[in-house]
């Protein structure tokens, strides 16, 4: 998780971005607008989506990597932990 107050900061600040664009999507949807024009905020709603969890992500391999230098017996243990978190999120 964001680990300063600025990593917060910019990590609320995407959310409230994505918020936007869904919002923008729902009234596009309640206007019957043309399905073009949705699927195309429907792809910006999903990039802005991976963006956020590439930051997050990216944070948390820092802080796990980081960590596991400074303990040689959790190394194996915390890669295999990126491995699968990994894996997991982009299923």
């Known amino acids: 998780m964001p680990h300063s107050p600025q990593e917060k900061n910019f990590l609320l600040t995407r959310v409230r971005r994505l918020r936007g664009q869904v919002e923008a999507l729902e009234r596009a949807l309640e206007a019957s607008a043309e399905c073009a024009a949705i699927l195309q905020q429907i792809a910006a709603a999903r990039g802005a989506i991976n963006g956020l969890m ?8 820092r802080e796990e990597f980081s960590n596991a230098t400074n303990r040689q017996d959790g190394a194996n243990a915390s890669i295999n932990g990126v491995i699968n978190l990994v894996r997991t999120y982009l299923r």
């Open 54 to 61: 590439a930051c997050v992500l990216e944070s948390h391999l």
